[in-house]
């Protein structure tokens, strides 16, 4: 099929995604505030309960499976005329599988945590489909005001999902704490967005693009607008020192939450920063390098060693999760193809590795939020080992050890840095890996090195069949893309075709 | 590569047989098959522990107890797929020898790594060099799988740890026959995991545990010089594969800076995993792990797996005489230093952890002085006999530990100031390990000797070579060599005497209980005997041979031959820029001449120590006073482990408290502040402003957001 974006109707077959996904969310709303599901909520019996939430996920769901499909489908369709708002490029769908995959995962490993923490099904499920669709508003952007849009959209659903777990003090409070932040960042980001527009006269990327690299853009007002913008996008990545609210949120946030979020909310926001600013900033690519190489070897070497002393494991992975952002903030500096790439690449992986780890943490502390001390994982290995190796798997990728995916995702993002010449990153890139090693491997090594001091602990875990098969398909995926990642690599190499230009990667040199 | 090198005879040869693998792949997999049946039946066994555990039954890994469903299996599966391994490898090594093959083997199963401007395959290599690591690794692993079915056999993790022998010696060929960089950094990294579960497989105790951790944080500052290295590599020639790489290092100028660069970030690499100084702190603490392991995985494959990666990149470091002379110097010194350590260790296995450490400096010291073939000569014939001396250790402290164990006396069973006089005991374990004593002192015919030998000798040939680039300081690193084998004889003299010779200090009970290992044991070390006596006749030197009654028409340097077309493009370079190696040592005579001097020397150290040793009054652990002087800063390492703990350890911590302190503010103000402002319901807003955590969040954003404006906008 053609779009021909001339005519207002096509914009909805470019949006189908976006509008399977609103429209199964307030379906779920509905459906959940209905007579049935209502009363059950009510119900203090558990089993109705259960059953009723589970329904409703498996119908968010079944509402992802549309979208899957449209997505799909849209690989098929061909654009036909200017379009100002939206782009139906194979960027924008990688990026799509991406929060797809996340969305699915995050459900799947919910089931058992909104029927244990007795939460509203109707209103969580509705949330993560509504953040996804924002999610790929954003990246799907061509101007700045969408991007600006999906953000929010993203943003405020994702607000409510950390404050979700009412009955927790530490819930509302990671909630109220990620929405005053963000509420100041979005600030940063929306004035930046105005002072491009004063500057280029347009809030389109490419037009701004094409506006710098002609010289019609005022450079007086470009540069704050584009220091604004990256403070912004900074801050959704939770770069050092825009992270602060991202330990106490991850803790915070009800565990599904903060696995699905530590991935989608940050491979989307990262999207649509390698977005904006190879599309629209490339020729000014040496005005925001510098900053972007500061950010990155800042929050690597930040990250890593404060991960180091952490004892709460989530902590940990929320440190761990700052690190990642560091490597994948190489990728943007060094601002090439193989860099772009690499990026699509990495955040696929880091989505699955970084949502297993999470997911069995989860399981650990019986989907609740107790037992989050690494100690905690002392002897788990053995009385569980099947959670054990995959944890192991997820850790070991998260660390890059070869045969992982994460493996991979390094070379990748290394390769991408050795084309501009950024020897000293790619440098600290390996170093920081080093020490990151340290803290994997220390609950790795704390799960099948040490005997539990009480015997049995770890025997009323329960993994119910919908995360086991989400913790399953993430390990072969891992397993998969490090062993055999061509496929994978050549799916990310060619979704960066057509993306825009890359001169970035000439000018590369010292910070 | 340089194809146009064939001698006139047999260049029809090499058009007319073809080298025909057989099942190259299945060296490879066997063991992960044999890794997959073991693991699963470990972690099978954990469940049936762990049930055995909610029904409130006691678990009873003691003595005695064996299952059969956690022995016999993996009694057969491990040293069995080893076995069949090693057959499959020695067919290939024999249709190698029957043809003449100049260019590598490269069988390509999968596209690994494709990213548009670099690709990496799947793909193994077979060629004179990794086909010899191969058999290596297969053949000595599989004798040593067969002792641990005896040596593991009161052990409850059985069946875990054939697992992670198996998974190493998978890890290991993947290393050894990677046609690739990166493909030997996947088997690299692999067998430094499988060195730190093996190292910390008897965790329970703290000690040893650490020692694991210790071992995988050093490696890993090593792999960190393996990976850069990796990407110079990539950026000057956009390939990795061993192929294409070696033959386009051709055209790079002599002495250059980056290979330089190169070649020093590998022999980082090298220097962590082949416990080289400053890295080798790791491997003496590795003793931890059973002895088995230290036997396969820290005497005789891994830790050689850095000369392995020196010689296969032979063709770079020939291009760097500056690196060649760091290989070398830290190679001797590593020597010296690990030697002058072992003097005074009293624990038997510390004393073959740091004789380990100074053999490999010696076949650093080899390759480091362009010898490639020779330093590959010594990995094997130190393969051969360090593998007995760690397997025969074994021998002794498994009897020891037994002899302890029956009698409850919780004195060290490893420390040799309670053995004394075993020989009796343990005829077998005693002789053979009187042949590895007198292969590692460098006495004729013994394989030691032959090896070592040349590796001294190289060294004074090359410091003598035409335009040799720093001829005093090889000189030096000759003259230390030579005292480095005094010191070696010396210490592995006392080693032997402490343990077997004079009077027993066990204890009258416990000597009743000492006997001499069961066959599945010594049958290895017979074996490791014989190959530790003739494993040396595979390459002796032309010279010797034309002044002594040779050793048949094969062995005349026969291994020199075997590796030339894996040598040669070095050797090319070498020669080239270097000119001829010198026929004359510094202060004169010929390679007979030292060769003789040296074996007289060895043998003369042995007598002498063997006599000196005997008759000091050697005192049981317990009763032995401090030492003090000179002797007490040997005992205690120079040191070393205080110093990297003061220097490096230490600052490292405080920092991240430091940066945990500063860039997570919440530790400051929410542990102090928080513990008041639950449930407060609306004030809670309020009470956030209060306690200042989201200002101090909005704080640190705003100075941020200032910095970067700032930066950008002036």
Request: glycine residues 10%.
């Amino acid at each position: 099929m053609t779009i021909d974006f001339s005519r207002q109707l096509h914009y909805v077959w470019a949006l189908l995604p976006e509008i399977i996904l609103c429209v199964s969310g307030m379906v779920i709303l509905v459906v959940g505030v209905s007579g049935r599901y209502r009363h059950a909520h009510m119900a203090a019996g558990g089993s109705i309960e259960s059953k009723s939430g589970d329904d409703l996920g498996w119908l968010a769901l079944l509402g992802l499976l549309g979208a899957a499909m449209a997505n799909a489908w849209l690989y098929s369709v061909t654009e036909v005329g200017e379009s100002s708002m939206i782009a139906v490029d194979r960027f924008r769908l990688f990026s799509n599988w991406i929060f797809l995959l996340a969305a699915v995962l995050g459900i799947l490993i919910s089931f058992a945590y909104v029927y244990r923490q007795r939460l509203q099904a109707g209103e969580f499920y509705a949330l993560i489909l509504f953040a996804t669709a924002g999610m790929m508003f954003m990246v799907g952007a061509r101007d700045l005001i969408v991007v600006f849009l999906g953000l929010e959209v993203m943003s405020i659903a994702v607000y409510t999902l950390t404050a979700f777990n009412r009955r927790d003090r530490k819930s509302a409070e990671g909630g109220l704490k990620y929405f005053l932040l963000g509420a100041f960042s979005t600030g940063f980001l929306l004035y930046g967005i105005a002072l491009v527009y004063g500057a280029t006269g347009s809030t389109n990327v490419a037009v701004i693009g094409e506006a710098i690299s002609n010289g019609e853009a005022s450079m007086g007002l470009l540069s704050p607008a584009v220091a604004l913008l990256t403070i912004g996008f900074a801050f959704k990545v939770s770069a050092i020192p825009f992270h602060m609210w991202t330990p106490d949120v991850y803790e915070g946030a009800p565990a599904p939450v903060t696995a699905w979020m530590s991935a989608a909310v940050k491979a989307a926001a990262f999207v649509a920063f390698l977005r904006v600013f190879m599309v629209g900033f490339d020729a000014i690519y040496a005005l925001w390098y510098p900053i972007l190489w500061w950010l990155a070897a800042i929050t690597m070497v930040g990250a890593n060693l404060i991960a180091l002393v952490q004892t709460n494991i989530k902590r940990m992975l929320a440190y761990s999760s700052i690190a990642h952002t560091g490597y994948l903030l190489v990728a943007i500096a060094a601002a090439n193809e193989t860099a772009a790439a690499g990026m699509l690449f990495y955040l696929l992986v880091y989505t699955l590795m970084n949502m297993g780890a999470f997911a069995i943490v989860m399981s650990v502390s019986h989907h609740s939020e107790e037992r989050l001390y690494i100690d905690d994982y002392v002897g788990f290995g053995w009385s569980q080992p099947l959670l054990g190796v995959f944890l192991t798997v997820f850790l070991l990728s998260l660390a890059g050890f070869p045969g992982t995916g994460g493996f991979m995702g390094k070379i990748y993002l290394l390769l991408g840095a050795a084309e501009s010449d950024l020897w000293i990153l790619s440098v600290i890139l390996v170093l920081t890996t080093v020490v990151s090693y340290w803290y994997y491997l220390r609950v790795a090594w704390v799960m099948w090195m040490k005997d539990p001091e009480t015997e049995g602990q770890h025997n009323r875990i329960i993994v119910p069949f919908p995360m086991r098969f989400a913790l399953l398909a993430s390990v072969g995926l891992i397993l998969y893309v490090g062993i055999f990642p061509s496929a994978a690599l050549e799916f990310a190499r060619t979704s960066i075709e057509g993306l825009g230009t890359f001169g970035g990667g000439l000018i590369g040199q010292g910070p | 590569m340089h194809t146009a090198l064939v001698e006139g005879g047999q260049a029809t040869v090499d058009t007319a047989a073809q080298f025909e693998p057989f099942f190259p792949g299945l060296i490879i997999l066997l063991p992960l098959i044999g890794f997959l049946i073991n693991g699963a039946l470990a972690l099978k066994h954990a469940r049936v522990s762990a049930a055995a555990v909610r029904l409130g039954g006691e678990l009873d890994l003691g003595e005695g107890d064996h299952r059969p469903e956690t022995h016999t299996l993996p009694s057969y599966v491990g040293p069995g797929v080893m076995l069949a391994a090693f057959l499959i490898a020695s067919v290939n090594f024999i249709r190698m020898l029957s043809v003449e093959l100049h260019e590598p083997h490269v069988i390509e199963y999968w596209t690994w790594i494709a990213t548009g401007t670099f690709t990496v395959d799947a793909a193994i290599q077979l060629d004179q060099l990794s086909i010899l690591m191969t058999m290596i690794v297969t053949g000595v692993g599989f004798l040593i799988h067969v002792f641990s079915v005896g040596y593991m056999s009161d052990d409850g993790g059985y069946p875990r740890y054939f697992s992670y022998l198996n998974l190493f010696i998978f890890f290991m060929l993947v290393l050894v026959m990677g046609a690739s960089y990166p493909l030997m950094f996947v088997g690299w990294e692999g067998v430094g995991l499988c060195s730190y579960l093996l190292i910390g497989f008897w965790f329970s105790d703290r000690e040893k545990s650490d020692a694991g951790k210790k071992a995988f944080i050093v490696n890993r500052i090593g792999d960190f010089g393996f990976l850069i290295a990796m990407f110079l590599l990539f950026g000057m020639f956009g390939t990795l594969d061993f192929v294409p790489l070696f033959s386009e290092a051709d055209n790079l100028e002599y002495g250059g800076s980056l290979v330089t660069a190169v070649t020093l970030f590998l022999f980082l690499g090298a220097a962590g995993k082949s416990a080289q100084i400053p890295l080798y702190v790791w491997l003496p603490d590795a003793m931890a792990g059973p002895t088995p392991v230290s036997a396969l995985i820290h005497a005789a494959t891994m830790v050689t797996a850095g000369v392995y990666l020196v010689v296969r990149s032979s063709v770079l470091y020939a291009l760097s005489p500056i690196a060649s002379a760091t290989v070398a110097g830290v190679g001797v010194f590593t020597a010296l230093f690990a030697a002058t350590i072992a003097l005074k260790q009293n624990d038997i296995k510390k004393v073959l952890a740091y004789s380990t450490v100074s053999q490999l400096g010696y076949m650093f010291l080899g390759v480091g002085v362009g010898a490639y073939a020779t330093g590959i000569f010594h990995l094997i014939t130190h393969a051969f006999f360090k593998a007995l001396l760690f397997l025969g250790a074994g021998a002794v402290i498994h009897s020891m530990h037994r002899s302890l164990h029956r009698t409850n006396d919780h004195q060290d069973p490893q420390d040799m100031r309670n053995m004394g006089g075993l020989k009796a005991f343990m005829p077998i374990t005693w002789g053979t390990m009187w042949v590895a004593t007198f292969a590692i002192a460098g006495i004729w015919p013994f394989a030691g000797f032959f090896s070592k030998d040349e590796i001294i000798w190289q060294t004074a040939a090359f410091g003598g070579a035409a335009r040799a680039p720093y001829p005093a300081l090889y000189q030096v690193y000759w003259v230390i060599a030579l005292g480095t084998a005094i010191l070696t004889a010396f210490y592995m003299t006392r080693m032997m005497v402490m343990t077997f010779h004079g009077s027993n200090r066990t204890g009258v009970e416990e000597a009743k209980h000492l006997y001499e290992a069961p066959p599945v044991m010594w049958l290895p070390l017979m074996a490791l005997a014989v190959l530790s006596v003739v494993g040396g006749w595979i390459n002796v030197p032309e010279a010797l041979r034309e002044t002594f009654i040779g050793l048949g028409p094969l062995t005349s340097e026969w291994l020199h031959r075997w590796l030339e077309p894996v040598t040669e493009q070095a050797h090319h370079i070498q020669e080239f820029n270097l000119g001829e190696v010198a026929e004359q040592a510094p202060f004169g005579g010929g390679e007979v001449t030292w060769a003789v001097i040296s074996t007289v020397l060895a043998l003369a150290t042995v007598l002498t120590s063997f006599h000196l040793v005997i008759r000091k009054n050697v005192r049981a652990a317990a009763e032995d006073p401090e030492l003090s002087g000179f002797s007490k800063v040997l005992y205690h390492k120079w040191y070393v482990d205080e110093v990297y703990d003061r220097l490096i350890v230490q600052p490292l911590i405080r920092t991240s408290r430091f940066c945990w302190r500063v860039i997570d503010a919440r530790v400051i103000d929410g542990i102090v502040n928080g513990v008041g402002w639950a449930a407060r319901g609306v004030g809670f807003i309020v009470s956030m402003f209060q306690t200042g955590t989201v200002n101090t969040y909005a704080l640190v954003l705003t100075i941020g957001a200032l910095i970067i404006l700032g930066v950008s906008v002036f």
